[in-house]
């Protein structure tokens, strides 16, 4: 670079302000007539496009065993779908320029460097400008999309919803969960303290968890009921969540905890109120006598 | 002036009196002498240790407790007698002497008329160790991919267990590790070691014994982790968490000195890279003429050389509640789960920049040369990198979002993740505007930038999901994250490198890297990659949770997919593999310039000589001079002079 090239850097790098350019209506109208600009935003339009049945499909994956069976799995599955399709144009233009690199704009092949060299474009103000607001835009909607969710799904859990506020909420079921190598058992102790390797829930009533581990870090995930949260040795965390659905899902161990690891798990039967209450009957019964 | 000191007319400085040969011991140690020293010293300790460690105290396993100070005195015995052995205290024991370093002495050792053997010795030259670190990552990364090749046999083998559960967790963990230590020096260590001191215009790092001392360490911690799979295992991922690696075998105690040793060696050659980039620049190399790949460079050794000890102090903290009966982990004892954590991902996190930084300005730094267009707007690369660095530090909470740790963290962590997406955008939108209306020489190092920027955009998006609290609470710990982490580590980490290892390739090796077999190589493994991640990424929405060897059969077609795509990937890289070795081996030379190159590397000739330079450049201006005028702005320009007729000028 020292002797190939002295061209001062200056120059490039700061384009001269023309104090009389054309309107910026008029550049804008140029620009867009360009041949490329046009292509690469059809292309950018198919592409946004094919990524709304994307989202779909990400969502029909996470439906298929049964999902979503609380409230906040609902309010997981909007988010992902929100996301995903805010996070299109942005993928989409990437990609399209990508793609329009490689078919419209040229290729050269062979041994030697191109002899013919490529527009020296170093900067434009407008364009770093418009993609670094966008980016911003989008982050900042993401925080508070984020941020909201949380608010709401914590509310839906245990947090700012008191107990008794919260939908069909006359009855919270409290529940100790206790995660050891390498099952989980949850014990009841408003109902007489039944215990049982599976939970069985009555359906839209709030459930409280407890969530405690004999020995190693677990983590408790009940997958279609869209909640986690890790079973610690020598600490009491706390979830909770409102089952919506009736059925038989999945309760599995989320986090590495030694040789029967993939084994840990269990399942959760939603049923009617009618039936819990047997089932508490059927369980006390046995164990008071 | 006291009569302790005296000052010299300019030229009359007296030299450092010669000692004996140039080099002295260094004349005599190598590799075997090190391998020698480094075993002996262990059975020593292992011998030693055996006869004083307390017997009879056993652990709930029916283990002697004392075995594990045992072990641990013998694989640190390995490392310090291996150092010992190679000649790494030779230079303090000089001083100690009071003999000066002579010219000739640091000649020889920087492998100054050794021939080859000099890759086998404690050698100075940026030269030299940049090929170590080459071959080291290489063989790294061999040894991941067939253990991620066990893992994949195991999870496509629905029907039946084919490995041991523990042998199995061990093998995920050990590829875990083996994999992010070798994704860490794959750029920086063969690049930033050999083609960054030329590319700034200097004769060599700035602390050329630090530079021997970095990689010899690396070597030296790569036995305790091969052998943690002999010594039972480290079943734990390599996150390791506690207080379960407490209960894994005394493989893990390999683990742990493999990890504090590397720390040592990644900080050494961090500190080395700064001091280097920041003090030895050409002359006329300002901070605006640095060349991009420097920046990034530099980026990640800030990152590395803050964090690395955070990662450093979790495992001596796991290894004294091991040997020494301390219980900073064990809850029982008043000790935190959470405060490893806490420290594991203080490191773990930012490390996942220190990955992918260096290969991204590697891309920008070649792409220009490929599309003959100046970096666009290299300073928005530069606030990229500078953010990346910054916002990397406040963002390791995401990984505890579902911990219990501190439920209300999840808020500013999700804001400062989030964030973080914006620099890392600048990057892209660098790339996408050099790319913009440039004519592409698609050579496989070109080409490269593609497959990035796709995996990039796949990874980024999955990032952006998990990013978020709620999304999270259903994808942690599950094969999602999985999926997610290797388009960013792997697609956009190991891609990068490969195509930034084919463009330094005639520079390294004086030979054109064979880019027929490289580039089916290349995508192939692209190829078997999207497959394989891309159906694992549908295990995870699925539910199926990471590091389980058994699971419902509802996810059996994805996995049998990503098994597939798996063993394809494992063809391609041997195939890329063999393209890398005959190239090497092949008798036609390449130019000095053989991609009409600007930057300071490509202006020495091939072999780079020792000192590199003969004499050393001065740089005048930034080494993105390529392109010719936009002809849409000379149609501007010529209606601008129309209107300028009515306008006043
Ligand atoms: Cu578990």
């Known amino acids: 670079m020292s002797t190939v090239d002295d061209r001062p850097v200056a120059e490039a790098d700061e384009p001269e302000e023309p104090t009389n350019r054309p309107e910026a209506s008029y550049r804008l109208r140029e620009w867009l007539s360009r041949p490329y600009v046009r292509h690469i935003l059809i292309i950018a339009a198919v592409i946004t496009l094919l990524v709304v049945p994307a989202a779909w499909l990400v969502i029909f994956f996470m439906n298929m065993t049964g999902a979503p069976a609380s409230s906040i799995m609902s309010e997981i599955e909007k988010t992902m779908f929100v996301f995903t399709i805010v996070s299109a144009p942005l993928m989409a233009i990437t990609l399209a320029i990508l793609a329009y690199s490689l078919l419209g704009w040229g290729r050269v092949s062979g041994d030697e460097p191109p002899m013919q060299e490529s527009p020296a474009i170093r900067s434009n103000p407008i364009a770093i400008t418009l993609w670094i607001g966008t980016t911003s835009v989008l982050a900042a909607f993401l925080v508070v999309w984020g941020v909201t969710e949380l608010a709401t799904i914590t509310a839906y859990s245990y947090g700012s919803t008191p107990a008794n506020q919260q939908p069909n909420a006359t009855k919270r079921i409290d529940i100790n969960v206790t995660g050891q190598q390498w099952l989980w058992t949850f014990a009841y102790p408003d109902q007489n303290d039944i215990t049982a390797p599976v939970l069985v829930v009555p359906i839209d009533t709030p459930l409280y968890f407890n969530v405690t581990s004999l020995d190693v870090v677990h983590n408790f995930w009940v997958v279609e009921l869209g909640i986690k949260i890790d079973a610690n040795p020598g600490a009491i965390t706390n979830t909770g969540v409102t089952p919506n659905k009736l059925g038989t899902f999945n309760i599995r161990c989320a986090e590495l905890c030694g040789l029967h690891h993939a084994y840990m798990q269990t399942q959760i039967n939603v049923v009617t109120q009618e039936e819990f209450d047997s089932w508490v009957r059927e369980m006390g019964g046995s164990k008071t006598v | ?649």
């Open chain 2, 1 to 649: 002036m006291s009569d302790t000191a005296v000052i010299h007319e300019h030229g009359h400085v007296p030299q450092p009196v010669q000692h004996g040969k140039p080099g002295g011991i260094l004349r005599h140690t190598s590799i075997v002498t090190g391998l020698v020293s480094g075993v002996v010293l262990a059975v020593i300790a292992y011998l030693v240790g055996g006869m004083l460690m307390p017997q009879g105290t056993l652990d709930a396993d029916g283990i002697q407790v004392g075995i594990n100070a045992q072990i641990a005195a013998t694989y640190i015995a390995w490392v310090v007698g291996f150092m010992a052995g190679i000649g790494a205290f030779a230079g303090p024991i000089r001083w100690a002497m009071g003999h000066d370093l002579t010219h000739d002495d640091a000649e020889y050792m920087a492998g100054k008329g050794q021939g080859k053997w000099r890759y086998w010795k404690y050698t100075t030259d940026h030269k030299v160790v940049g090929f170590q670190y080459l071959v080291i990552s290489m063989v790294l990364l061999g040894l991941g991919g067939f253990l991620a090749m066990l893992v994949r046999t195991e999870l496509g083998a629905t029907w039946t267990e084919v490995f041991d559960p523990n042998f199995y967790n061990s093998i995920i963990g050990t590829h875990g590790i083996v994999m992010i230590i070798a994704m860490i020096i794959v750029v920086t260590g063969p690049l930033g070691n050999f083609v960054v001191p030329i590319m700034i215009g200097a004769r060599d790092m700035a602390f050329p014994r630090l530079n021997a001392l970095s990689f010899w360490l690396l070597f030296a911690a790569v036995p305790p982790l091969v052998t943690n799979l002999m010594l039972g295992g480290m079943r734990d991922g390599w996150t390791v968490y506690q207080p379960l690696g407490a209960q894994a075998p005394v493989g893990m105690i390999g683990y742990q000195i493999t990890i504090i040793t590397f720390a040592f060696s990644t900080g050494i050659a961090s500190v080395n890279l700064i001091t280097t980039i920041v003090t030895m620049r050409a002359r006329g190399m300002t901070w605006n003429r640095v060349p991009i790949f420097v920046i990034g460079i530099i980026a990640s050794s800030i990152m590395g050389l803050v964090w690395f000890p955070m990662f450093q102090y979790s495992q001596v903290f796991a290894l004294s509640d091991r040997v020494i009966a301390t219980s900073f982990y064990i809850p029982q004892m008043g000790g935190s789960v959470w405060l490893y954590e806490n420290l594991f991902w203080l490191l773990g996190h930012p490390e996942v920049y220190v990955i992918v930084v260096p290969g991204t300005a590697a891309l920008m730094e070649l792409m220009v040369v490929f599309l003959r267009k100046p970096l666009f707007s290299y300073k928005v690369a530069v606030a990229g990198f500078a953010g990346i660095v910054g916002i990397s530090s406040v963002v390791w909470v995401h990984h505890m979002y579902m911990t219990g740790w501190a439920p209300a963290a999840g808020y500013p962590f999700m804001l400062s993740t989030e964030l973080i997406s914006i620099p890392f955008g600048f990057l892209v939108m660098v790339m996408l505007g050099t790319i913009w209306r440039g004519k592409v020489w698609t050579r496989l190092p070109m080409m490269a930038v593609f497959a990035v920027l796709w995996n990039k955009v796949i990874g980024g998006i999955t990032g952006v999901y998990l990013s978020d609290v709620p999304v999270d609470q259903y994808m942690h710990g599950s094969m999602f994250v999985v999926a997610h982490f290797h388009f960013m580590l792997m697609g956009a980490g190991l891609f990068a490198a490969m195509g930034a290892i084919s463009y330094w390739f005639p520079k390294m090796t004086g030979r054109m890297l064979d880019e027929r077999i490289g580039s089916i190589g290349f995508w192939t493994a692209f190829a078997g990659f999207q497959l394989t991640f891309g159906s694992m990424f549908v295990a995870g929405l699925q539910g199926m949770p990471r590091r389980v060897l058994q699971f419902d059969d509802a996810f059996n077609v994805s996995n049998w997919l990503s098994t597939i795509g798996a063993y394809t990937i494992g063809i391609g890289m041997l195939v890329f593999l063999y393209a890398i070795v005959t190239s090497w081996r092949s008798s036609v030379l390449a130019a000095a310039n053989p991609w009409g190159a600007k930057t300071l590397e490509w202006q020495t000739e091939t072999p780079v000589p020792l000192e590199n330079f003969p004499v050393l450049p001065v740089v005048t201006s930034d080494p993105y001079g390529y392109g010719v005028p936009d002809p849409y702005d000379e149609i501007e320009e010529q209606l601008t002079d129309e209107d300028a007729t009515v306008g006043a000028r």
